[in-house]
């Protein structure tokens, strides 16, 4: 995990959460190799990088809302797709609504995963997962927000995490 300081709504218990839920994702369904890293080591690598993707995936329960955002070069997003589904590289590109929904499982199972952990016997529900093209994204971490930056086959990705805890306000999130 990046955030040297988790904010006061955010457990250091879910970030750990949230890493695990990261790892076991990217080994058991995309084959890939998932590590927390400082912020040198992904300036260094997110250099090389000019096209990014965001998914984005909400979600909602008796806890609280939030939602969980995963930033991925476009590189790195076609080979876990080509892990995920077992495509060639070497045909042609894939379709590119196919790639969209792929990022968007990868949050979504993610979410899921993380939610099922610290969420315990809450329940809770998950929105349709969102994706789309951005920039490179900014390294300034917006108000609310609670960034890991990772490395997934010696490539940069973001994850983004926003949580609004129901009834509560000053109280750390108990996930």
Do not use: Y
Not at 64 to 81: I, K, N, Q, W
Not at 164 to 171: C, G, L, V
Request: with cysteine; proline share 7%.
């Amino acid at each position: 995990m990046c955030s040297a300081k988790l904010s006061p709504q955010f457990s250091p218990e879910a970030g750990v959460a949230l890493m695990n839920a990261l790892v076991e994702v990217g080994e058991q369904s995309f084959f890939a190799f998932i590590e927390s890293c400082d912020e040198t080591w992904f300036e260094e690598l997110a250099s090389t990088a000019d096209q990014w993707m965001i998914a984005t995936v909400t979600f909602t329960g008796e806890q609280g809302t939030g939602a969980l955002s995963c930033l991925f070069p476009d590189d790195l997003v076609l080979d876990l797709f080509d892990a995920f589904t077992g495509r060639d590289p070497a045909e042609g590109p894939p379709d590119p609504r196919e790639v969209d929904d792929l990022a968007g499982e990868f949050a979504n199972m993610v979410c899921g995963l993380w939610l099922s952990r610290v969420m315990g016997s809450h329940t809770f529900s998950l929105g349709s997962p969102r994706a789309g093209r951005v920039p490179k994204p900014a390294s300034t971490v917006p108000e609310g927000v609670e960034r890991f930056l990772v490395v997934v086959n010696n490539r940069p990705m973001i994850v983004d995490l926003t949580v609004h805890a129901a009834n509560r306000t000053s109280e750390a999130i108990e996930v």
